[in-house]
């Protein structure tokens, strides 16, 4: 991000909070989390206001008063950009442009200017201009938009600075080249898609910086890009991991040890609907999988609000009823001891690990391994007696109990789910 973005902007947060209005309803803490997405983006963030009233002023939202306050604030130290946690009216951002003399934005296009700044591939390039389109769309008449060339910077990075000044018809018709573009992505990613129909696929899911990445290196050392910042990882990456057999001696797992596992893009509490929207395709991955990790950071002290959107956004993108398992990291970030166990006794039937460390992955993968085992039942097949090739494949996926190495055959019983099965099925 530094080398897109030279100038840290001097910047103050504002967040209004009304108790009688769900949608405004915010608590202090709503300030950090807006800190770290300013700061991902590359702000320095110099003040914080936080307004509770619980009368909602149309015209200014957090009132005159306060307007007047955060202008004087504004001039006297030099502030470059104002960025609100609620989503401002088109008139109330019209209203505070005219007090306070800087460029104002909201946390979704701040969002949307981090998602800009770290997509590397072109599919997560188109479908972030996508969102940046439809975001920018009904709010083209914005003030500072107008200004943005001169301005620059955080929130004005947009769909490219040449779209502020053509009018709204060239950006509907450039919305509609995006999605014929996007359509044939998926297209692609439909195809290798259906290669991996017969193997079992897991996905990370969870909040944004919970450790999704680190967890896939330590599970596949897949080389993921780590980072302390929001939204690290905007595509998917999938890599196979091989489920290790360790029953002592044992000839019978029940589960099948190839599978694969994805890590995908973090979620945030009021995640732009037009983000969701345009990475339907990279979300995809999440619905088509059998079963998702949910992972949770154990240290930060909201986690249980974070479950809390993570569940809710699983369920607008249509993987609501997918069977998961909790994965709470960074254990290795909690001092008390009675911390765990209080988890360990809330939140039964979850796994407490730490990716970073490698802490408690053994317990990890048996989990993984039970889950998967659920649905695995003993067959057979009947092989050419010369096809050692898929002899070979039925160990890689399956629990072979019994080789019976006949005339004019080869006989193999083995355990493995349906999928696994019915792809042998198709080699043989
Ligand atoms: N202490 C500690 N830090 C961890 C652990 N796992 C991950 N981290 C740190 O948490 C930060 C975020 O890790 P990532 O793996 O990038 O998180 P992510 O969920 O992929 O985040 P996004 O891709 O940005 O949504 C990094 O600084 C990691 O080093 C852990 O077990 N313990
Ligand atoms: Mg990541």
Redesign the pocket.
């Known amino acids: 991000m530094e080398e897109t973005r030279k100038e840290i902007e001097k910047t103050v947060l504002v967040c209004y909070s009304n108790r009688r209005d769900k949608k405004n309803y915010h608590s202090e803490d709503s300030l950090e989390e807006l800190k770290f997405l300013a700061e991902t983006a590359g702000a320095e963030v110099v003040k914080t206001f936080f307004q509770q009233n619980d009368i909602y002023d149309s015209r200014f939202m957090i009132g005159k008063g306060k307007a007047e306050e955060i202008s004087e604030y504004v001039t006297d130290n030099d502030i470059k950009l104002v960025i609100f946690e609620n989503e401002l009216a088109y008139t109330q951002l019209r209203n505070l442009e005219q007090k306070i003399k800087c460029k104002i934005i909201d946390k979704s296009n701040l969002i949307l200017d981090i998602f800009a700044s770290n997509a590397r591939t072109a599919q997560a390039k188109l479908q972030v201009e996508l969102a940046q389109l439809e975001y920018t769309l009904p709010r083209l008449t914005r003030q500072w938009t107008h200004l943005s060339k001169q301005l620059g910077g955080i929130g004005t990075k947009g769909p490219g600075e040449t779209q502020i000044e053509t009018d709204r018809r060239l950006i509907k018709l450039r919305i509609s080249l995006l999605k014929e573009k996007l359509l044939k992505v998926d297209e692609q990613r439909k195809t290798q898609s259906k290669e991996r129909k017969n193997f079992f696929r897991i996905s990370l899911v ?1 909040y ?7 967890l896939l290196n330590t599970l596949t050392n897949a080389g993921a890009y ?8 905007l595509d998917t990456s999938t890599k196979s991991l091989d489920l290790p057999v360790n029953e002592k001696g044992s000839a019978v797992t029940k589960f099948p040890k190839k599978v694969l596992i994805s ?1 995908t ?2 979620f945030i509490k009021n995640l732009p609907h037009d983000l969701i929207e345009s990475f339907k395709s990279t979300l995809s991955e999440v619905v088509e999988s059998d079963l998702l990790l949910h ?1 949770i950071d154990a240290s930060n002290h909201r986690f249980t609000d974070q479950m809390e959107i993570v569940k809710k956004t699983l369920d607008e993108i249509g993987a609501g009823e997918k069977v998961i398992i909790n994965v709470f ?2 254990v ?2 909690l001092e008390n001891t009675d911390m765990i166990k209080h988890l360990k006794s809330e939140f039964k039937d979850s796994v407490f690990i ?4 490698g802490m408690n992955i053994k317990s990890l993968l048996e989990k993984i391994k039970e889950e998967l085992s659920k649905e695995n039942h003993e067959r057979t097949l009947k092989l050419r007696p010369d096809d050692h090739k898929t002899v070979s494949m039925i160990y890689k996926l399956a629990e072979v109990s019994k080789v019976k190495y006949l005339k004019n055959s080869i006989k193999v019983t083995f355990r493995t789910n349906d999928k696994n099965y019915s792809y042998l099925e198709k080699i043989i």
């Not at 730490?354 to 460390?357: I, L, N, P, R």
């Open positions: 969870g944004t910086n919970a450790g999704k990445s680190t780590v980072e302390n910042k929001l939204f690290a990882t890590d893009v973090g992972v990291n960074k290795d970030n730490s990716a970073a460390k």
